[in-house]
């Protein structure tokens, strides 16, 4: 059972690093290329799209399967591919406490911006540099969780 749901948290941790990494790569910097009320008007409504049951199970999935793993992990130290479980376990979970403590938070202020505002360029840039950082992070654990997950699977 614990290896299927290594395989299950190595499928869903490769699909989020895969979402973040297109917003990384061309979401992001293409609705940057709109004028600022519209880039604010495109990503208040993708932020309110992304919190459905397909995008929730597999950010979260891996999450929750990362808590069971990780005591599995602790529980089985000696074991063949025991420390890429756990290691895989806490770098995904760091990805999900940037996307709860950072984006989050900033993609709530967001939706609260009025797109008319006089100083919506500046409220843009200034949410658009530090969230576009965050989000390579993101990217980053969620691959690395998955790769992670997928050399404990293979040893294990």
Known sequence: MFR???????IGAGLSAGVFLA?????????????ASSGV??????NKLA???WFMTVLLG????????????????GSPGAIYLLIGCAVYLVGI?????????????LALVDVNSPNIAKTW???????????HL????CLGGAVLFTLAWRLG
């Open 4 to 10: 299927i749901m290594t395989l299950l948290a190595a």
């Open 23 to 35: 917003f990384s790569t061309f979401v992001m910097p293409g609705i940057r290329r709109l004028p």
């Open 41 to 46: 008007a495109a990503m208040q409504h993708i």
């Open 51 to 53: 919190p459905n049951p």
């Open 62 to 77: 891996p999450a929750l399967l990362s808590l069971v793993l990780g005591v599995y992990a602790i529980m089985r130290l």
């Open 97 to 109: 406490i940037v996307t709860i403590t950072y984006h989050v938070p900033h993609n709530d202020a």
């Open 125 to 135: 840039t200034d949410y658009y540099q530090p969230w576009m950082l965050w989000n």
């Open 138 to 141: 993101r990217a980053l654990t």
